[in-house]
């Protein structure tokens, strides 16, 4: 039953971020002349986390993400079996956010899935890789080093929270940022096309950032020798 309550708190968490994060971006839109609306949308996917820290933080650890869960597995604070669980239940909370964002803006409203921007002239399939993975590496970095202090716990969703904001507003110009395979994987089977034949991307390179965050603070961390 312990294990059945995290996974419900991972569907709810996912279900939010994908609600209100991409719903956002389909609402206010995400071209290149919408300063502002690169701001909201880093705003709500930013907000969506520190709300469900501190309303699910305490049941799941609030991962909604399989790359900060493959960062914790790797840290050895996830089992094998809560990793699995964890991730299908992402999917299935991204995916119920896909149906109310279809209910409510049509479902050709493209769910804000991520794919190398229009505005972007450089950008190409390396480049969005390499952008994904850097966001998703510094993301990680801050859960596993922020989580891993407990005097930290009044502040970690904020901090949390406030990084997914930071590291969205730079990625929205050029990937729509994703940092997140479960937030981009169900967007894009629901939005198809281009987001589709893109998605691997958005799948593999935060994966590999989230365990090279992990494999990186836990070298660089001088606590476990004190």
């Not at 839109?29 to 909201?40: F, P, R, V």
């Not at 994987?185 to 935060?206: K, R």
Request: aromatic letters at 8%; glycine letters at 12%.
């Amino acid at each position: 039953m312990e294990h059945f309550k995290k996974y419900i708190a991972e569907v709810i968490g996912t279900f939010v971020l994908v609600t209100f994060g991409c719903g956002t971006a389909v609402a206010v839109g995400c071209s290149s002349e919408a300063g502002s609306g690169y701001l909201l949308t880093a705003l709500a996917f930013g907000l969506s986390i520190v709300a469900m820290a501190f309303s699910i933080g305490n049941i799941s650890g609030c991962h909604v993400n399989p790359a900060v869960s493959l960062a914790m597995l790797i840290r050895k604070q996830l089992s094998a079996l809560d990793f699995v669980g964890y991730v299908i239940s992402q999917i299935i909370g991204a995916a119920l956010g896909c149906v109310v964002l279809g209910v409510v803006f049509g479902f050709d409203c493209g769910f804000g899935a991520n794919q190398i921007q229009d505005g972007w002239t450089n950008g190409t399939l390396g480049g969005a890789f390499l952008v994904e993975l850097v966001l998703t590496f510094v993301f990680v970095l801050v859960i596993v080093g922020v989580t891993s202090k407990v005097e930290n716990a009044a502040v970690a969703g904020i901090v949390i929270g406030l990084s997914l904001t930071l590291v969205h507003i730079l990625g929205i110009a050029l990937t729509g940022t994703s940092v997140n395979p479960a937030r981009s994987l169900m967007p894009a089977i629901f939005a198809g096309g281009t987001a589709l034949s893109q998605l691997w991307i958005f799948i593999v390179a935060p994966l590999i950032g989230g365990a090279a965050a992990a494999v990186v603070y836990s070298a660089l961390d001088t606590s476990k020798n004190d």
